[in-house]
């Protein structure tokens, strides 16, 4: 790819334009940088935590113009895949209440009695407990043989006080418990992910950058679909990472202010 056929952009939010409440240093500047090259920009997130119009908010507060349609999260690729796929299916959600509100309003039937799931969606949750996987038990054994997905498959989320636990956590134990294995991961690096970034740019991966902080997640979407790769070390990885990965970015940055050297390539 060059210059000259970079048509949109994917960024990553959490260790790539902030962490928690602190902009990465050059984050707005790389923003701008590409925008000023005439590159479209999408937000692109596996946090499910937060509705889409509170990442909005967040950026716009640190400064960088952003609308609720350059904004997409795992939560409403979620809603977006399971109502188009599974439009009957009743699904029960490890997760908190702005995943579930996500798929209500994209019209996904949500239950709360285990023994009715047709699909389990298994997603960070702060309050996940013993009752939990009592629930998901009793889905997966008394229920009618459910589909199982994720929204993400990061193992932690990075703040600036340091990594907190993300839905590997909820996934593993359900896997543990239950002997069930992932039918499908919906955000970052599935191939969904790239689908609904694609329809919201409105252009194809051999045209687009991906830039985030994961090696496992971003870069291996990018990679995997024919994206450029970028990959900043301000959020969960390291040059140490960068040489132990088994996958390898096309570009290693400081931070996404160093984005205008990809520009130049």
């Given at each position: 790819?060059?210059?000259?056929?970079?048509?949109?952009?994917?960024?990553?939010?959490?260790?790539?334009?902030?962490?928690?409440?602190?902009?990465?240093?050059?984050?707005?500047?790389?923003?701008?940088?590409?925008?000023?090259?005439?590159?479209?920009?999408?937000?692109?997130?596996?946090?499910?935590?937060?509705?889409?119009?509170?990442?909005?908010?967040?950026?716009?507060?640190?400064?960088?113009?952003?609308?609720?349609?350059?904004?997409?999260?795992?939560?409403?690729?979620?809603?977006?895949?399971?109502?188009?796929?599974?439009?009957?299916?009743?699904?029960?959600?490890?997760?908190?209440?702005?995943?579930v509100a996500e798929?209500?309003?994209?019209?996904?039937?949500?239950?709360?009695?285990?023994?009715?799931?047709?699909?389990?969606?298994?997603?960070?949750?702060?309050?996940?407990?013993?009752?939990?996987?009592?629930?998901?038990?009793?889905?997966?054994?008394?229920?009618?043989?459910?589909?199982?997905?994720?929204?993400?498959p990061d193992r932690?989320?990075?703040?600036?006080?340091?990594?907190?636990?993300?839905?590997?956590?909820?996934?593993?134990?359900?896997?543990?418990?239950?002997?069930?294995?992932?039918?499908?991961?919906?955000?970052?690096?599935?191939?969904?992910?790239?689908?609904?970034a694609m329809r919201?740019?409105?252009?194809?991966?051999?045209?687009?950058?991906?830039?985030?902080?994961?090696?496992?997640?971003?870069?291996?979407?990018?990679?995997?679909?024919?994206?450029?790769?970028?990959?900043?070390?301000?959020?969960?990885?390291?040059?140490?990472?960068?040489?132990?990965?088994?996958?390898?970015?096309?570009?290693?940055?400081?931070?996404?202010?160093?984005?205008?050297?990809?520009?130049?390539?």
């Amino acid at each position: 790819m060059t210059n000259n056929t970079l048509e949109g952009a994917v960024i990553d939010l959490d260790g790539t334009v902030y962490l928690s409440e602190q902009l990465v240093d050059g984050a707005r500047a790389g923003i701008e940088q590409l925008r000023a090259a005439g590159i479209d920009v999408l937000f692109l997130t596996n946090n499910p935590i937060k509705p889409r119009t509170d990442y909005r908010d967040r950026l716009r507060a640190l400064g960088i113009d952003a609308t609720l349609e350059e904004v997409i999260n795992s939560a409403s690729i979620a809603a977006d895949y399971l109502a188009t796929h599974h439009p009957n299916a009743a699904t029960f959600v490890v997760g908190e209440p702005p995943l579930v509100a996500e798929l209500r309003a994209a019209n996904v039937e949500v239950t709360t009695d285990p023994q009715t799931a047709n699909v389990v969606l298994a997603s960070m949750d702060r309050s996940f407990d013993y009752a939990a996987l009592r629930d998901v038990l009793e889905a997966f054994d008394e229920g009618p043989a459910p589909i199982f997905y994720a929204t993400n498959p990061d193992r932690t989320c990075p703040t600036a006080d340091g990594e907190i636990p993300d839905a590997a956590a909820m996934i593993g134990a359900i896997e543990g418990l239950t002997g069930r294995e992932l039918d499908a991961v919906l955000g970052k690096p599935s191939r969904y992910a790239v689908e609904a970034a694609m329809r919201q740019l409105g252009t194809t991966p051999a045209n687009c950058l991906v830039v985030g902080d994961r090696i496992a997640t971003d870069v291996k979407m990018g990679t995997e679909s024919g994206m450029s790769t970028a990959l900043v070390l301000s959020g969960a990885t390291d040059r140490a990472d960068v040489a132990a990965a088994a996958t390898e970015p096309d570009y290693v940055l400081e931070s996404l202010g160093a984005v205008t050297s990809v520009l130049r390539q």
